[in-house]
């Protein structure tokens, strides 16, 4: 009776929860991905981004397209778009940069980019200007941007 209520609890435990090597394998495999949007400072941005210090002329500093989410902590739509731009900067690791800046610790980038309302989105290409997009969207509607202006063939 013991070794057959040891029996179910296991199985039920694999049922419920998954092995213990499935849950190390997919730690190992997150460890390896890049799934966090990176979070900039004005310095970073001016290194990273672009030097506005330096430069009166939009020129894009990075190798790869990027995108960038200005937000607050305290925004409930940020809040909702945080977990969508983990999703972006995961699924197009390799291929695009996603970088978070809070509008309340680096104002001068906000009002460098005319940032009124967030969440706003600024789209950089690795050639030609940026764009902006204001408000949350989903997940859908962010990949079709990101498609269609920063990976287009």
């Known amino acids: 009776m013991k070794t057959c209520k040891k029996s179910l609890i296991g199985m039920a435990t694999v049922l419920l929860f998954g092995s213990a090597a499935t849950a190390q394998e997919l730690s190992e ?13 004005t310095a970073e941005f001016r290194e990273q981004i672009y030097d506005y210090t330096n430069n009166s002329e939009w020129k894009y500093e990075g190798e790869l397209p990027a995108v960038i989410d200005f937000y607050a902590t305290w925004c409930g739509p940020c ?12 699924a197009y690791a ?16 906000a009002a460098l980019f005319n940032v009124r309302s967030i969440p ?3 789209f950089i ?16 509607q962010m990949r079709e941007i990101i498609d269609a202006t920063l990976l287009k063939q």
């Open 29 to 41: 495999t997150e460890k390896r991905q890049p799934m966090k949007a990176i979070e900039l400072t």
């Open 79 to 90: 809040k909702t778009m945080a977990p969508i731009m983990e999703e972006i900067a995961w």
């Open 94 to 109: 390799g291929r695009l940069r996603v970088y978070k800046v809070d509008v309340d610790k680096e104002r001068r980038l």
């Open 120 to 122: 706003t989105f600024l």
């Open 125 to 140: 290409p690795t050639q030609g200007e940026p764009r902006h997009a204001n408000g949350a969207m989903d997940i859908a």
